[in-house]
């Protein structure tokens, strides 16, 4: 199965971002674009791809220990930004350098369990609003949404998320995604 570790905002915060979104959705070209769904909304903490079913017990175990180890802290959505010409996401505001250590945890946790990991590569706290098919002008969109700032909620705690890509080629499917578990984060289980 197909799993991540995630940050899911609160449905308040999702409310605001999909407001935002809207508003991106008039620009020109942004029929071109694939939006990511309000299900999907979710800071990746860790992807790690297909996981044998005999290794969910140990990551799990592991990342109730890393949710454990973490502190709930504050976070906001603000701003935003690209990956080259092909995604558009918002960013986060608030104790980032926690969002970051939780990130550090969660992908540690999938080392320890087993897993291949994504090494080598600096934590860049985003959520992905839409991608292209092709290369596209994103630079009115992150212009956009530079003003954007979300309510700020408190990061309570961690998820695995289950990822089910599309299979029926139907244009603009979304990926569907379920969460197997949930854990809190340091004294907020307490």
Do not use: I
């Not at 505001?93 to 087993?114: K, P, S």
């Not at 860049?124 to 092709?134: D, V």
Request: zero cysteines; charged letters at 25%.
């Amino acid at each position: 199965m197909r799993l991540f570790a995630a940050v899911l905002p609160p449905p308040e915060a999702a409310a605001e971002l999909a407001s935002a979104a809207e508003a991106l959705r008039e620009l020109p070209g942004a029929g071109d674009l694939r939006w990511t769904g309000r299900p999907g909304w979710h800071f990746t903490m860790a992807f790690y791809g297909e996981v044998p079913d005999e290794a969910v017990p140990d990551l799990s175990a592991r990342l109730e220990r890393a949710a454990r180890r973490t502190g709930p802290f504050p976070l906001a959505l603000r701003g935003g930004g690209r990956f080259g010409d092909r995604a558009l996401w918002v960013g986060a505001a608030g104790d980032v350098h926690a969002l970051r250590l939780l990130a550090g945890r969660a992908e540690a946790a999938g080392r320890r369990a087993g897993l291949p990991g994504e090494d080598g590569h600096r934590y860049r706290p985003h959520l992905t609003l839409a991608r292209g098919r092709a290369a596209a002008d994103l630079a009115p969109y992150v212009a956009s949404l530079d003003g954007f700032t979300g309510r700020t909620w408190t990061v309570a705690e961690l998820s695995l998320v289950l990822s089910r890509l599309p299979r029926s080629g139907v244009p603009g499917e979304q990926p569907r995604y379920e969460t197997l578990a949930r854990w809190p984060l340091g004294a907020a289980g307490e």
